[in-house]
């Protein structure tokens, strides 16, 4: 069940009523206490702040309860979620404080000039004299922003933000969101390529498909730094490691199984092409009006590209049809778009990642008792398949030994490396992916990251701890 944390200030008249009336208000009208600040103590009235855990529409049964007591006047509600985003979430900090005139003349002119000059002579010394080198472009157009779709660029800055956040907390990069108010492919590729000289690498996000594809594939073609659609091929790299160890846990092979995968836009194309690479043989996409199949028409080249690929099925059908026998769903489309009865239909021990968000596929109320292995994008279940395991570690990576793309190769052992986070010993149903609060993850990631782009030929830098 999901919970949205309130907190309600409330005025109490102790003449009329105790806050043990208060309590049991909340609690009968399904709010879970958290904790209780007095703001200001008093015998006749006092003012208390009370965090409340509700369900995602359960707000408004406890505000009308409390509403209708007499005695007590409800000052204010705040959402503790809108609380932390008041102002934004990341800031810019100086690396040195300008404490006089000679701190002045060498950060900023005269002195700066001789640092423009070294690097106009040598444009690689902006790696080691600027930002560059740990600094990454979050941009999106807000076209595909979570499950929410085209909610433009003001919408989509808190969740940019976020991804920055996340950036510096667990890989130390400076991460910075760039909102674009354009859908247009070209002029989306001039402004990225026009910003890029200040930046070490871009991270596209929630760009919608199919634009997205010609997107990142102009920009890796004419840009020297790592270009990485985020909702493409860092939930590619999450979802082939939750795959790894589920079917290690369900006792099946990679090679054996049947996979639907629901929703072929940035994140489901990006999959598909994975689950291949690591060997599937049976493979079912399906979109909104059901299964891609082999030896199909389509207007969308990368549905094209399915349809040609030997281990897609030719046989067609909605999703209720395909999903029939199916060993693993992965679903990356919308929320509620699968019912008990579809995944009740699909083979034993069968597997489940529903990661649309914030509302997956179906209910993991609904699912978990029906599955081998559930996993969604959410943090409030076990199992969180999510591509913040993939993003800080993959640019960490990148970053440090200056990678000039990040390639196939590198994406795969990125997969292998969070899977390995799980040991054995540790492998459960409950437990197929590691938390991203785990500090091995980005440790790993980065190291395999690496390693590879050394060993293929993209590295232009070996990290010390590499020599
Ligand atoms: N857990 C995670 O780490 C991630 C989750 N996602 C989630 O996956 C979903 C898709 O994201 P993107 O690929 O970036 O979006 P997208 O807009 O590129 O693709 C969505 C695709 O789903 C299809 N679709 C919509 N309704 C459908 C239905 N009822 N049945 C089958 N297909 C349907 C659309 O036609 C489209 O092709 C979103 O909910 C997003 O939040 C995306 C990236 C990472
Ligand atoms: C997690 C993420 O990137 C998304 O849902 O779009
Ligand atoms: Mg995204």
């Not at 990225?192 to 594809?213: M, V, W, Y």
């Amino acid at each position: 069940m999901a919970y949205n944390s309130i907190i309600l200030r409330v005025e109490m008249n102790h003449s009329l009523l105790h806050f043990g009336d208060v309590a049991a208000a909340i609690g009968q009208a399904g709010g879970d206490i958290i904790s209780i600040d007095v703001i200001r103590p008093g015998q006749e009235h006092s003012v208390r702040d009370i965090t409340v855990d509700v369900t995602e529409n359960g707000e408004s049964l406890v505000v009308e309860s409390l509403e209708k007591m007499d005695g007590l006047r409800l000052v204010n509600v705040s959402d503790r979620t809108f609380l932390a985003h008041l102002g934004g979430k990341i800031s810019v900090q100086p690396t040195m404080a300008i404490r006089n005139r000679d701190d002045l003349s060498r950060v900023y002119t005269p002195g700066v000039a001789r640092v423009s000059m070294a690097i106009h002579e040598s444009p690689d010394k902006a790696y080691s004299l600027t930002i560059k080198r740990n600094t990454v472009a979050v941009v999106s157009d807000g076209t595909a922003v979570l499950g929410l779709g085209d909610v433009g660029p003001y919408a989509a800055a808190p969740v940019m933000e976020g991804k920055a956040m996340l950036f510096k907390q667990l890989a130390g990069v400076d991460a910075f969101p760039i909102c674009l108010d354009t859908k247009d492919t070209e002029e989306i590729i001039r402004t990225i390529k026009a910003i890029a000289p200040i930046f070490g690498g871009i991270n596209l996000e929630d760009i919608a498909s199919p634009r997205c594809f010609e997107i990142e594939k102009r920009l890796e073609e004419e840009l020297e730094i790592p270009v990485f659609h985020d909702d493409q091929h860092g939930t590619a790299i999450v979802v082939i490691a939750g795959i790894l160890n589920a079917l290690k846990v369900a006792g099946k092979r990679i090679d054996q199984v049947r996979v639907v995968v629901n929703g072929i836009g940035a994140a489901g194309v990006s999959i598909c092409k994975m689950l291949l690479a690591a060997g599937v043989r049976r493979l079912v996409p399906v979109d909104r009006d059901g299964a891609i199949v082999r030896g199909g028409s389509y207007e969308h080249p990368m549905w094209q590209w399915l349809a040609e690929q030997p281990q897609v099925e030719a046989e067609p059908g909605k999703l209720s049809d395909v999903i029939r026998g199916a060993d693993i769903f992965i679903g990356v489309s919308r929320g509620n778009v699968l019912s008990a009865e579809d995944v009740a239909s699909m083979a034993p021990d069968r597997i489940v990642f529903a990661m649309a968000n914030p509302n997956p596929e179906i209910n993991p109320e609904v699912a978990m008792p029906l599955v081998k292995v559930f996993a969604t994008g959410r943090s409030d279940y076990p199992n969180q398949i999510n591509n913040v395991l993939v993003f800080p570690g993959v640019f960490r990576g990148a970053l440090d030994c200056r990678a000039r793309r990040i390639n196939e190769p590198m994406k795969l052992a990125a997969a292998r490396a969070i899977a390995s986070v799980v040991t054995e010993n540790e492998l459960n149903e409950h437990y197929i992916i590691p938390s991203i609060f785990n500090e091995q993850v980005v440790a790993k990631v980065r190291h395999a990251v690496v390693e590879t782009a050394i060993l293929t030929g993209v590295a232009r830098r070996t990290p010390p701890d590499f020599r």
